[in-house]
């Protein structure tokens, strides 16, 4: 059946499109799959992403547009997704390690979150949908791993593996593959203003004593800011 298969090919990520019927599974041989929803029958046949494990997905709000986040090829593939192919690789730059990525909400913006594993810093680059290019990069001091934004995108709140990832540095590879079967410390969110196209650090910054975290979400009832 479609899927045992999609079981046996070990899958990296998945993404379901706006509209609920297509899901595209990506394998961890760097390839991606459509699926539709109702049968389970392949639907857009197997294409490379020409990247290198995607650990995440994503589409742009109206669905024509896949991004893969490559974690190990610190790229950004795109795929249109009505020709079905790789039309461009975004670069980021040696040692990123882009782990997941978030869309603004109401803009264009993409916010890709890199760990920073051999860099002395872990960042946040912003990427325009619309042009698929970089529009900036923004440093973080700890390893990062996710970004939620509040109602209309004006507030975020980033996830990190807590302060005392500040001084991992060339090890972050090593702790982010541990950190959800060990305590590492502290986790954190750290809240970003994000009213102008890049984001800007506030001073506020809540700590987790239970473990670090791997992500931060709002629920959909939350008041928007």
Known sequence: SAASDVYKRQPSSIL????????YVFYVNNTVEAYNTAT?????????????????ATSNPQGTKIYTINT????????????WSVTKVVKLGFGRFPISATVKPGTSDLYVI??????PL?????????????????DVAESAVHISFRGRGNKAYLSTIGPQSANWR???????SLFYF????????IEFDT??????RTNRQTLFNSAPIAGAYFHKYDPVW
């Open 122 to 138: 872990a960042s946040m680059t912003v990427i325009d949908m619309n042009s698929d290019t970089i529009v900036g990069e923004v």
């Open 16 to 23: 379901l499109n706006p509209n609920d019927d297509e899901l």
């Open 182 to 189: 060990i305590n590492t410390g502290y986790g954190s969110a």
């Open 170 to 176: 060339g090890t972050r590879f090593i702790f982010h």
């Open 195 to 200: 009213s102008g196209r890049l984001p800007v």
């Open 114 to 119: 890199n760990t920073g594993t051999y860099r």
């Open 40 to 56: 389970g029958t392949v639907i857009k046949p197997s294409i490379s992403i020409q990247g290198l494990v995607a650990g995440w």
């Open 72 to 83: 190990l090829s610190d790229d950004v593939s795109v795929i249109d997704v009505n020709a």
